[in-house]
């Protein structure tokens, strides 16, 4: 027998209750929110959608917009986790003028619009506005809602990763350090908001080059998750995608392969072939398996990140990457030497763009400089 749909479940839930109208796309939204926990991200597109629909169908007779504002920024960070920028953005900032100008720009639920803006700003690249929005959002949270509240830390914790990828490290690493401390004096050593400052340790301690320290963390980071029943969730395969690029970076691609497998295979199956996390995966993988001289393997994945990537407008780092292990692997026929440099100029010009992650640019730079 098939399983009933959501939508069906919460139509029977509906009619054994007096709905006044917001019932169903109350409901609707619990579902979809559900569904984005257990990482479920098409599954939980048409809830939320149609729960933003009816609710934008009654906002002109309800007294408290509040229902359509929770819809509509449902909808729009959905469609960031999706990695579907270009339109969760203009969401995102209709979602923020409404609220300021229906509570005023120092609510708190104008801190959570803001601070979602920042997460798609980061994911843009564009540290310097993402960093802005954040310390916007920070100051609202810490104003209205305590300096320790779960929401401030997550946003501290943002701002801490736009300052450690934007280029100052120690900067990010203090933050991280801060809101772990805060997280384990408030829940303790085995309570799932470890994770977060957890792996941001381990990604920036990999990018100042301590990779014991990094070890450490994303150790830590993968077993919590293992404990509480996260081992299907997006959190585990970005841990397991760090813990690859750990060992790739200590120079055990053996050790990297299997991990950044793990990682791909979890992410096709939350966010679909052409997610760009997915592409992200693809470029690290190509890269491990061309240091591990596995050349197959690392072309169909180079070729196939590319793919990926090129139609993402927060891949362009993880691109340049890709185009740049093509073109090794191009080099090793002279019969496609030509386009191996082609594709390395073209890797050169993606990383120029970026603001940081220099070390792939001297990478591209010095490969077309000696071939």
């Known amino acids: 027998m098939a399983s009933a749909s959501a939508t069906e ?30 990482g479920r991200m098409q599954d939980a597109q048409l809830q939320l959608e149609q729960a933003l629909e ?34 969760a953005e203009p969401l995102l900032r209709r979602s923020l003028a409404l609220r ?18 920042a997460r798609l700003l980061y994911e843009r690249r564009d540290f310097t506005r993402a960093a802005a929005e954040f310390r916007r959002a920070l100051e609202i949270r810490q104003r209205t809602i305590g300096a320790e509240h779960p929401g401030t830390i997550q946003t501290l914790n ?19 350090r801060q809101v772990l401390a805060i997280e384990e004096r408030h829940r303790g050593l085995d309570h799932l908001d470890l994770f977060a400052p957890l792996n941001n340790l381990g990604q920036a301690s990999i990018n100042a080059g301590d990779l014991e320290a990094a070890a450490d963390f994303l150790g830590r980071a993968r077993a919590l998750l293992e404990r509480n029943g996260q081992s299907d969730s997006p959190d585990h395969a970005l841990v397991l995608f760090n813990l690859g690029a750990l060992r790739h970076t200590a120079g055990d691609a053996a050790g990297a392969i299997p991990l950044l ?16 996390e997915v592409g992200d995966c693809l470029a690290m993988l190509a890269e491990a398996e061309l240091a591990g001289a596995r050349f197959g393997p690392a072309t169909a994945h180079a070729e196939r990140a590319i793919t ?33 440099r082609q594709l390395a100029q073209a890797a050169a010009q993606d990383l120029a763009t970026q603001p940081h992650d220099s070390g792939l640019l001297r990478d591209a730079r010095l490969w077309l400089a000696t071939h």
């Not at 509906?14 to 559900?34: E, H, M, S, V, Y």
Request: hydrophobic letters at 45%.
């Open 158 to 176: 943002g701002l801490g990763a736009v300052l450690a990828d934007g280029g100052d490290e120690a900067a990010g690493l203090e933050i991280f």
């Open 308 to 340: 990926v990537l090129r139609k993402q407008p927060s891949g362009v780092l993880e691109l340049g990457r890709a185009r740049l292990v093509l073109a090794k692997l191009r080099w090793r026929d002279p019969a496609t030497r030509a386009e191996a």
């Open 100 to 117: 300021e100008s229906t509570v005023g720009p120092a609510h708190p639920s104008v801190a959570v619009a803001r601070h979602n803006l």
């Open 9 to 38: 479940v919460a139509d029977a839930k509906l009619r054994r209750t007096t709905d006044d109208g917001t019932q169903r796309p109350r409901l609707l939204l619990n579902i979809g929110q559900a569904l984005v926990n257990a």
């Open 54 to 87: 009816l609710a934008e169908q009654r906002r002109d007779r309800d007294r408290d917009p509040n229902l359509y504002l929770v819809a509509l920024n449902a909808v729009a960070t959905l469609e960031l986790e999706k990695g579907a920028l270009d339109i």
């Open 261 to 276: 497998e793990q990682s791909l295979a979890l992410r096709e199956k939350v966010f679909g072939p052409e997610h760009v």
